[in-house]
Nanobody, 118 residues
Framework: QVQLVESGGGLVQPGGSLRLSCAASGSMFTFFVMGWYRQTPGKQRELVAE???????NYADSVKGRFTISKDSAKNTVYLQMNSLKPEDTAVYYC????????????WGQGTQVTVSS
């Protein structure tokens, strides 16, 4: 079981920046994917960005060029740098990790609120 603790959410004005952090502890997979999803009321949770143990990244089209995901393997921590934030980025952001090959082995964080508003 992997435990995920998120931090870094908050209120920011349009065009501003935030950095989210997700620290993992417990039994990490050797072949893993860690990433960020977001959810707004009445909508399905959607992938924002993910990175795997090889450093390969994947982004939603809506955040390409604005968000950057990175990892610090020594700290078992993943970061999401969010720049040029828009009101439509407002959501609860959830950290996720799962096995890169075997499906169904997911762990989730508790979520952190990001609000983009003037």
């Amino acid at each position: 079981q992997v435990q995920l603790v998120e931090s870094g959410g908050g209120l920011v004005q349009p065009g501003g920046s935030l950095r989210l952090s997700c620290a993992a502890s417990g039994s990490m997979f050797t072949f893993f994917v860690m990433g960020w999803y977001r959810q707004t009321p009445g909508k399905q949770r959607e992938l924002v960005a993910e990175i795997d143990d090889r450093g390969i990244t994947n982004y939603a089209d809506s955040v390409k060029g604005r968000f950057t995901i990175s990892k610090d393997s020594a700290k078992n921590t993943v970061y999401l740098q969010m720049n040029s934030l828009k009101p439509e980025d407002t959501a609860v952001y959830y950290c996720n990790t799962h096995h890169r090959v075997v499906a169904g082995l997911d762990s989730w964080g508790q979520g952190t609120q990001v609000t983009v508003s003037s």
